[in-house]
């Protein structure tokens, strides 16, 4: 088998069980891309000339979709595609996965309450910075006791983010005093292509996740935090960054949804050096992902994705934020959970 057959045909088996398994429930269109991609060889062998690590479907599609790809049924797309190949093909190469939800600061929110501020905030994997920002937000925590809204100090913000929540949460405007972020590609908040890219990553059907990333860029964009362009699993890269913060505030590392989508040896490699920081660590994992939890946690009970201070499981969450369920035993306590 030659280099071109192999390949199509590594595209054709990732694009099925991406049809198969991962967009059904989430995005008919996709389901329907990834699934004429699978069926048709021609197609297939086009996406196969974008280097393996950056041909992942999500990823192909949302740079479809920002040079401006029809959103329509398979044969729409693919003649589409077949007529924009090359452009494609060099965007689709240059660009990574870069999600940035800024509905996951409703999970960030009641962790950053543990913290005694003033916070200088560093994000580890920020793409556009938009999870820097969860003082610049409004929250609506829904409970078994109604709603609690929270503002900023100014007043309502144009992100509102809503939330459901069970236990105990503590729920406060964190005080943050300086904001930052690593990022391998950081993206620019202020600059319309990265702004398309962002909003182009929402898989289609997810309702209300294009304006609320549309408003938080606005946000963003009028303050810039600063972004550092860097692989964060280097411990000098890491150190260099932290050593910005400001004296007098708290260091607060965050990590929420980055750790899986690196290897092994550099997740580690990074945990070990936010471990080594003066810094208060704040992640959102998956709960199988790794064994730092103290004490454990069982992956077939949690409930949802771990939220957890310095290794400590505090919530059982939603990935992009949805939920909270306290478990810590104490509101603010870090060093038990149930």
């Known amino acids: 088998m030659d280099d071109f057959a192999a390949e199509t045909e590594a595209v054709v088996e990732r694009y099925g069980r991406f049809a198969r398994d991962e967009a059904p429930g989430r995005s008919a269109l996709y389901a329907d891309w990834a699934a004429g991609v699978a069926a048709h060889p ?13 041909r992942q479907p999500p990823l192909v599609f949302a740079v479809t979709r920002m040079l401006g ?25 240059a660009r990574r996965l870069q999600t940035n ?126 972004l550092l362009a860097g692989d964060a699993s280097d411990p000098q890269v890491l150190h260099a960054a932290a050593a910005l913060a400001p004296a007098g505030a708290t260091l607060v590392v965050t990590t929420p949804g980055v750790l899986p989508h690196i290897a092994r040896p550099g997740r580690e490699r990074l945990v070990d050096a936010v471990r080594a920081l003066d810094a208060v660590w704040i992640t959102i994992d998956p709960p199988a ?26 919530a059982a969450v ?3 934020g949805a939920f909270v369920h306290w478990r810590a035993w104490r509101t603010g306590s870090t060093d038990a959970a149930v």
């Open 318 to 320: 939603d990935p992009l």
């Open 289 to 314: 992902l790794h064994e730092w939890w103290r004490p454990e946690v069982d992956p077939e009970t949690w409930g949802g994705f771990v939220l957890a201070r310095d290794g400590s499981p505090l």
């Open 69 to 93: 790809a029809p959103e329509a049924a398979f044969p729409a797309w693919a003649a589409w595609l077949a007529g924009h190949a090359d452009e494609v093909v060099a965007e689709a190469s």
């Open 42 to 54: 021609e197609i297939a062998g086009l996406l196969g000339r974008i280097p393996a690590e950056r």
């Open 101 to 226: 939800e800024p509905q996951r600061c409703a999970p960030l929110l009641p962790a950053l309450a543990t913290v005694e501020g003033p916070i200088a905030l560093l994000e580890l994997g920020a793409s556009a910075g938009l999870c820097l920002y969860p003082d610049r937000y409004s929250y609506r925590f829904r409970g078994s006791d109604g709603g609690i809204p929270l503002d900023p100090a100014e007043g309502p913000a144009s992100v509102v983010l809503e939330c459901d929540v069970t236990g105990d949460p503590p729920l406060r405007m964190p005080e943050v005093v300086w904001r930052a972020g690593i990022d391998l590609g950081p993206l620019d908040a202020r600059d319309l292509r990265d702004r398309r890219f962002l909003t182009s990553l929402v898989w289609p059907g997810e309702d209300g996740r294009v304006d609320r990333i549309d408003a938080a860029l606005d946000i963003v964009a009028a303050d810039p935090p600063l």
